[in-house]
């Protein structure tokens, strides 16, 4: 957890009520550039609310500008499933600082890069790329699946 992070987005962040608890839930996850990589799953579980919900309110917060998504992953290990999001805590930043941390920031360049497979395991990554459109709508495409 970045204490900067936590922060920024309590003070800064123009969210309120749930969708505020779904911010900090991410701060607190949040590497020190705001990245972090939860699971749909244990995001809904920290900000105690339903994963519809949870996919709905960060909807919300990307567009109010405090978050961004940058990734969606399906990943299959050992038979389950689990939904995975890249996100950027953005409360407070500017356009240079978010651009340095894309550089900075080694869960960026991991997830954002290759998908690191773990030696041994057998495990599927579907890999689908969150593009938000110009307008306030969102597109996904699939980029690709890697296999061990």
Avoid at 103 to 127: D, N, T
Avoid at 132 to 138: E, H
Wanted: charged share 25%; hydrophobic share 40%; glycine share 8%.
């Amino acid at each position: 957890m970045s204490q900067n992070i936590f922060l920024r987005a309590w003070k800064q962040g123009k969210a309120g009520g749930a969708t505020l608890l779904v911010l900090l839930a991410l701060a607190d996850l949040a590497d020190d550039w705001g990245y972090c990589y939860p699971s749909i799953a244990a995001l809904a579980r920290k900000s105690r609310q339903n994963k519809k919900i949870v996919l709905e309110m960060l909807t919300k917060l990307e567009r109010m500008g405090d978050i961004r998504r940058l990734s969606l992953e399906r990943v299959k290990l050992n038979g389950r499933t689990t939904t995975h999001a890249l996100i950027q805590v953005t409360c407070g930043m500017s356009p240079d600082h978010i651009a340095f941390s894309e550089k900075a920031s080694p869960l960026y360049r991991r997830v954002m890069g290759q998908v690191e497979l773990q030696k041994g395991g057998k495990e599927e990554i579907i890999v689908s790329i969150y593009q938000p459109s110009a307008q306030s709508g969102s597109s996904h495409s699939s980029i690709g699946v890697a296999k061990k």
